[in-house]
DNA sequence: TCAAAAGTGTTCTTCGTACACCCATGA
DNA sequence: TCATGGGTGTACGAAGAACACTTTTGA
C-alpha cells in the first residue's frame, strides 16, 4: 500500500430477545455522541487492541445495556468506505440470542438509553444499522431451520405453544401446531416435565417442556433438517 | 477505549478451482516477505484505505496470482490477538470460485510464486490459514447444496458427469448418477444442447449442457434444495 | 355452558433411495 | 469384441402436508 493504514475496527451486536407478549425483539441503544447522536443504533464499539472480537462484543453490550449473552455468532462484516461519516469504520457484526429474563436491561454509562424493539416495529437507525439488521434476522430465519437455536430464547420450562409461536414469530408464517409437535419431538431432545403452565386466560394449561441439553448440543454440532 | 487502536485489517482469500483431472483445488502463493518468508499462504493482503474489501480482494488477488474472478463471497473474519505474530491483523476473508480456464495463473510482483493444491493435498501455511481453508470448505460443501454455485466452477458447455464429479469431489462422497440426474434437471436451469462431448479415450461421448442464466440466478436467490 | 387453548391420529401425496440393463464409442 | 463411460425407468419406503374432534380449564 502507498500510504499508511488508517482504518478502524469495531464490533456491532444485533442481540434478539422473544417473548409471546413482545414477539421477536432487537435490543438497541440511543447514541449519546455524535455522528448520529440521539438515533437509535446497534449497541457496539470499537476493538481493543489486546481483546478478541467476542470480548469485545460483550464488552459493548454489558457497558451499554447492562446484559450479557450466551450464545453469540459473527455475522457479516461490513466495510465499505464512506458508511461512518467521518472516518474508515469496519464494522464486524455478530448476533446473540438472550432469554426472557434478559428483557430486563439498564441504560449504562455509554448510552443514554437502551431498549427493545419489535423486529417490526424498528425505527430509523445510525449508520447502516437497518440492513444489518436485516441481514441478521434473515439469518436467524435460516439458522432456526437447520439448528435447534430457538431454545435459546425462550425460558428453561417453557410449553409447547411458546416453542410454536417463537418459530412463527420468527419465520413469520403460520406453522401447523401438530406437524410441528411432531417432528420436534421426533429429534428427542425434548422432555416433558410433570408440570404444568401457569395460566393467565382461559384455556387448557399446557404441559411444560424443558429440553435434554447433551441431546440439544449434540444436535447442535451435526445440524438438523428442520424444514417445518 | 483508553489507548488509540492500533489493529491493521487485511483480506484473504480462499479460490477454488476444479477440473476432472486436478481436482478441487486451492490457489495458493509462496511468500517472499517475513513473516513466514517461503511458506505458502493465501493470496490476500492490507485494504487500502479507501478500498472496498471486495476491491481489496481482487486487487490482491490481480497482483499475486494474475487472476480475477467472478464469483466472490464473504466468508468470515478472523481477529484473534496473536494470530499475526507482529502486529495486531484482522483478517476478513472471502471464497472465490474460477473457471478451469483460470486455471492458468502467472506469478506475479508481489509473490515469489502461485500454483494450485488439490484440497487433500494443501501444505502447510503460515498464520492460521490452514483452518482458514478448512471453513471454505465447510462452506462451499453446504453451499452446494443449496444454491447451485457449482456452475461457477465449469466451463460454459460440459457434460453431465462432470457436474456429478464435481459434486462427488466437493462433498467427498460418492452420488447416484442416476437420482442426481434426475434432480438436478427438474430444476430446470441446464439445457441440453445438440454437441457432444469430445472424448480422450474410451466410451460414450456425453452430450453437453450449459445453464439457463435467468432460472440460474433466480434460482441462486431463491435457494433450492438440493440434499443429493 | 361457553370460549379458549391443548392434546392427539389418519390419510394422501411427494420425494428420496436403491437398483440393472442397454447404447455409443475407441482401442 | 471388449472395455469404458453414458443414457434411462421402476418399485419401495419414508417423510411431509392436510386435516377435525375431544379435553381441560376459567369466566
Redesign the pocket.
Known sequence: MPTTQDIKVAVDAVVFGYTSKEGLSVLLIKRNIDPFKNNWALPGGLVGNNESLEDAVQRELKEETGISINYLEQLYSFGKPGRDPRNRVISITYYGLVKPEAFEIHAATDAAEAAWFNIKKIPPLAFDHDSIIIAAHKRLKSKILYQPVGFELLEEKF???ELEKLYMAVLDRDI????F???VIKFGFLEETAE??V?E???????LFSFNKDKYFQLQKEGI?F??
Chains 1, 2 share one sequence.
Do not use: C, H, T, V
Request: no cysteine.
Open positions: 410449553p409447547f405453544s401447523d401446531r401438530r406437524n409437535k411432531k417432528k404444568k403452565q395460566l386466560g382461559a384455556g387448557r394449561p399446557g404441559n433438517n424444514e417445518i
